[in-house]
Nanobody
Framework: EVQMVESGGGTVPAGGSLRLSCIVSGLNFDRYAIAWIRQSPGKEREVVSCVSRIGVDYTYADSVRFRFTTSRDNAKDTLYLQMNSLKSEDTAMYYC??????????????????????WGRGTQVTVSS
């Protein structure tokens, strides 16, 4: 059974920082692109960042570029998201997700959230203004 467990969310003031972690089990972690995807009420899910299988390719949504940094530790089966200069519009539930094998391109990142087939339960990030 695949399990992806996020942690590190919380409430911070605007301008603050948080670091999210996602520990993965039941999956060959180093064979998949892994992403952080967020959703806030009334908005569509957004792929915030992604790192490819061996950590060569990183992608970021324009809304978080230069503020958020994602990284992976394949030895620990863990994905991270360092979030700096947080804004109220960053308030959302943050999920980590692994790309599905159905595309045949599970090693590579995509900005289409529907192509991620394995999801955690999420961690809430709230930024107060």
């Amino acid at each position: 059974e695949v399990q992806m467990v996020e942690s590190g969310g919380g409430t911070v003031p605007a301008g603050g920082s948080l670091r999210l972690s996602c520990i993965v089990s039941g999956l060959n972690f180093d064979r998949y692109a892994i992403a952080w995807i967020r959703q806030s009420p009334g908005k569509e899910r957004e792929v915030v960042s992604c790192v490819s299988r061996i950590g060569v390719d990183y992608t970021y949504a324009d809304s978080v570029r230069f503020r958020f940094t994602t990284s992976r530790d394949n030895a620990k089966d863990t994905l991270y998201l360092q979030m700096n200069s947080l804004k109220s519009e960053d308030t959302a539930m943050y999920y980590c997700a692994a790309r599905s094998e159905s595309s045949g391109y599970q090693e590579f990142c995509t900005d289409r959230w529907s192509e991620y087939g394995y999801w955690g339960r999420g961690t809430q990030v709230t930024v107060s203004s």
